[in-house]
Nanobody, 123 residues
Framework: QVQLVESGGGLVQAGGSLRLSCAAS????????MGWFRQAPGKEREFVAA????????YYADFVKGRFTISRDNAKNTVYLQMNRLKPEDTAVYYC????????????????WGQGTQVTVSS
């Protein structure tokens, strides 16, 4: 199994920015896209953004459009999530995962999840 490692989380003030990184230890042989999800305490894990390895098509949840940007570096097997204009409600653990099949905005379409990185946005 390819190992995914998220990094870049931390504490930031509202309105600030963070860039998350998801690095794969090896090639993602079977996946055709990568996604970012978030999970706040007491809430379901929700879709944030996804990007295809080939072609680079991107998909975003409505609540992050215009603020977050997903990108990838195919040569490094790394996916990024640039988060701008952060809000307290963005506070969550952010996970990356390989898109296996199905709709790109549902958790069941992904597997091989990373360990997550905590993002905390203060007021």
């Amino acid at each position: 199994q390819v190992q995914l490692v998220e990094s870049g989380g931390g504490l930031v003030q509202a309105g600030g920015s963070l860039r998350l990184s998801c690095a794969a230890s090896g090639r993602t042989f079977s996946s055709y896209a990568m996604g970012w999800f978030r999970q706040a305490p007491g809430k379901e894990r929700e879709f944030v953004a996804a990007i295809r390895w080939s072609g680079g098509s991107t998909y975003y949840a409505d609540f992050v459009k215009g603020r977050f940007t997903i990108s990838r570096d195919n040569a490094k097997n790394t996916v990024y999530l640039q988060m701008n204009r952060l809000k307290p409600e963005d506070t969550a653990v952010y996970y990356c995962a390989e898109h296996r099949s199905g709709s790109n905005n549902v958790r069941g379409s992904y597997d091989n999840w990373g360990q997550g990185t905590q993002v905390t946005v203060s007021s």
